[in-house]
């Protein structure tokens, strides 16, 4: 809303011209967003706290040891929800249709959420498999016809070949369940992902990063032809949604590292991935997403290998899955696990972003 207020000033005082540029625009929404997160913080885990009585917020599927963290308050990705979503409709041009995208990308997985969240609290069970994928499939088809049926010289259902320069494959019409998969899976990933305090949140921070330099020079035509990457005009906007979520990740780290104060739930862990998948196809870097949330990808395929090898043979791969787990049942302390896995997503994001200049 500032944009549409301000820019037009900047015909009449040049203070008011700063606020076209994107990067200013970004910095200013991480920093905004990291603000309400941590004001909002507070009263929000006090109030759910409230509701939920002390009630069970562990999962079954953990070890022992996290019986202890019983009665910390979840869904706490509400916090997350309203920094992103707040600061995004202050800071970015909305006009631009790929910010709406992800901003009810957003908003619709941590629906889905709050509802599974509010389920397992009221009735110690939340939503099937079937309901919760169901209506994940409705909510991002629907948001990609969005995308889908621009005109061809703003959208093209292509899909960018990362090291090669210029290599694109025309998927047509099979870019929208392409693209479906890419979303879900990355939302139920960063699902799966978050078992300890401050894991999932700590690589959306790097991914968040990555991705908005990925937009910047996706939607910066002089950036995208010297890189000799695929340019999408609009896309450019997306960095202020990604300076958001960076924000309104730290701010919630602040309340979720160990030992956490609060737990994002599905409703934080879900947005966030599908945020995170939505940019990977609005900005063209599907195939990087496994890279830059490399992390995520390697905890899920730990759970469908420990799965796969359960029923095929009666044996289990790791201690427990996903891989968080494991390393916990071998002896490693919670904190180190943590770290460490932060580590490895901050080198893979890294290792994404070299590939936009080795084509």
């Given at each position: 809303m500032l944009y549409h207020f301000l820019v037009p000033l900047a015909k009449d005082h040049i203070l008011f011209n700063v606020f076209r540029y994107l990067t200013f625009r970004s910095f200013m929404a991480l920093i905004t967003a990291l603000v309400i997160a941590l004001l909002i913080g507070p009263p929000a885990i006090r109030k759910l706290r409230e509701l939920q009585h002390g009630g069970e917020t562990i999962r079954e599927?953990?070890?022992?040891?996290?019986?202890?963290?019983?009665g910390t308050p979840t869904m706490g990705g509400i916090v997350i929800l309203a920094a992103i979503l707040s600061t995004t409709l202050l800071w970015a041009n909305l006009q631009n249709r790929y910010v709406w995208v992800v901003m009810l990308a957003t908003l619709g997985f941590g629906l889905i959420g709050v509802w599974d969240d509010a389920r397992k609290l009221r009735?110690?069970?939340?939503?099937?498999m079937r309901v919760k994928f169901g209506v994940q499939v409705l909510l991002t088809g629907a948001l990609l016809q969005i995308v889908f049926w621009q005109p061809p010289a703003a959208w093209l259902p292509v899909l960018a070949i990362p090291f090669f320069k210029g290599w694109l494959i025309n998927l047509g019409w099979l870019w929208?369940?392409?693209?479906?998969?890419?979303?879900?899976?990355?939302s139920n990933a960063v699902n799966l992902t978050d078992g300890l305090d401050g894991l999932a949140i700590g690589p959306v921070i790097m991914a968040g990063g990555a991705f908005g330099v990925i937009a910047y020079l996706t939607?910066?035509?002089?950036?995208?032809?010297?890189l000799k990457i695929l340019n999408v005009k609009g896309a450019g906007e997306l960095t202020v949604f990604c300076g958001?979520?960076?924000?309104?990740?730290?701010?919630?780290?602040?309340?979720?590292?160990?030992?956490?104060?609060v737990f994002?739930?599905?409703a934080g862990s879900l947005a966030l991935g599908g945020a995170i998948g939505m940019l990977a196809v609005l900005t063209k870097?599907?195939?990087?997403?496994?890279?830059?949330?490399?992390?995520?990808?390697?905890?899920a395929v730990s759970v469908i290998i420990q799965v796969a090898s359960f029923q095929l043979t009666g044996r289990r791969?790791?201690?427990m899955a996903p891989l968080h787990h494991h390393y916990e049942l071998s002896g490693w302390a919670e904190p180190k696990i943590v770290v460490r896995f932060w580590i490895v997503s901050f080198a893979l994001a890294l290792l994404a972003l070299t590939t936009l200049k080795l084509r």
């Open positions: 599927d953990t070890p022992e040891r996290h019986r202890m963290k019983t009735m110690r069970k939340g939503l099937s929208i369940p392409f693209a479906m998969l890419v979303v879900i899976g990355a939607g910066n035509f002089r950036a995208a032809d010297y958001a979520l960076i924000g309104a990740a730290v701010g919630f780290l602040w309340f979720n590292c160990h030992p956490a104060e994002m739930g599905d870097a599907e195939l990087l997403l496994p890279l830059i949330g490399g992390l995520y990808v390697v905890e791969v790791f201690r």
